[in-house]
Nanobody, 122 residues
Framework: QVQLVESGGGLVQAGGSLRLSCAASGRTFSSYAMGWFRQAPGKEREFVAAIRWRDGNTYYANSVKGRFTISRDNAKNTVYLQMNSLKPEDTAVYFC???????????????WGQGTQVTVSS
């Protein structure tokens, strides 16, 4: 059974940092890309970043480029999202997901985590 378990969310002041983790289990993910999405109340789910497990290629939404960094630890089967210079508009539930296809849009992803709340206060 495939499981993606996010952790690391919380409350932080604007300008602060958080690191989210996504622990993957239940299958081999070497042919997958792992993505982070977020969803704020009343808004659609939004692509944040993705990384291809095999070659480490990364992709970012323009809104987070230069502030967020996605990375992976093959030994731990874990993907990270380092978020720096956080802004109130980054407030959302952040989801980890896995796909064997293209990295966007969200419906291309086969597996999803339960989400972790990130709240940035002004």
């Amino acid at each position: 059974q495939v499981q993606l378990v996010e952790s690391g969310g919380g409350l932080v002041q604007a300008g602060g940092s958080l690191r989210l983790s996504c622990a993957a289990s239940g299958r081999t993910f070497s042919s997958y890309a792992m993505g982070w999405f977020r969803q704020a109340p009343g808004k659609e789910r939004e692509f944040v970043a993705a990384i291809r497990w095999r070659d480490g290629n990364t992709y970012y939404a323009n809104s987070v480029k230069g502030r967020f960094t996605i990375s992976r630890d093959n030994a731990k089967n874990t993907v990270y999202l380092q978020m720096n210079s956080l802004k109130p508009e980054d407030t959302a539930v952040y989801f980890c997901a896995a796909t064997r296809r293209i990295i966007w849009p969200a419906y291309e992803y086969d597996y999803w985590g339960q989400g972790t709340q990130v709240t940035v206060s002004s």
